[in-house]
């Protein structure tokens, strides 16, 4: 059995996973139903995948903040304590993660293994360019974007799909999430 491998991302409506502006953690939209629905999220046993970038992000974010900083909302505290693998040719663990294990290779052939091998679904928040590689490689079986209502133009850093094939989504799921936050699960395929 395969395991099935999600690639969960937080968006801009133009398509941009973060900003340089003054916005703030989810660009200042979160509310108690978003916050609620992750948790929720991160209830079955999973394996977290990240490539180095991402990885070296959240500890150093995770590191600097207080169990009451914003950063620290319960989704992500759970998310920090499920087992994770960190693709990287460049970090030796052991890693600030509590359940987390460094693997060298070119990251589709160690995602390829992790869906063979794995008893548990993959899911790998952020890590744009490595779940880009990914989604070329035909690994990924859905990707989930979270679309804050906002639009930006002058300050959005990190466009998630830059670079990336073309692809045919199918809409698997769709929920609004305080009236304002859309979530979008989307089978992609290799538009040909």
Do not use: C
């Amino acid at each position: 059995m395969t395991a099935t491998y999600t690639v969960d991302v937080f968006s801009s409506l133009d398509g941009f996973g973060t900003s340089s502006g003054n916005w703030g953690g989810y660009w200042g939209k979160q509310g108690p139903e978003l916050l609620a629905h992750r948790l929720s999220g991160y209830d079955a046993e999973q394996r977290m995948v990240f490539g180095a970038n991402t990885y070296r992000v959240f500890a150093q974010m995770l590191a600097a903040s207080t169990e009451e900083s914003d950063v620290r909302d319960a989704w992500v505290t759970r998310m920090r304590n499920l087992p994770a693998t960190v693709v990287s040719n460049t970090l030796d663990g052991p890693l600030d993660w509590p359940d987390a294990t460094v693997v060298r290779g070119d990251a589709v052939d160690v995602v390829a293994r992790l869906k063979e091998e794995s008893e548990v679904p993959l899911r790998s928040h952020g890590s744009l360019s490595l779940n880009r590689a990914l989604m070329a490689a035909g690994l990924v079986d859905l990707v989930q974007v979270t679309l804050f209502p906002v639009i930006t133009g002058q300050t959005g850093t990190e466009p998630i799909f830059q670079g990336a094939p073309d692809f045919d989504l199918e809409l698997v799921e769709s929920r609004t999430l305080d009236g304002r936050t859309l979530e979008l699960t989307y089978r992609p395929t290799l538009h040909v």
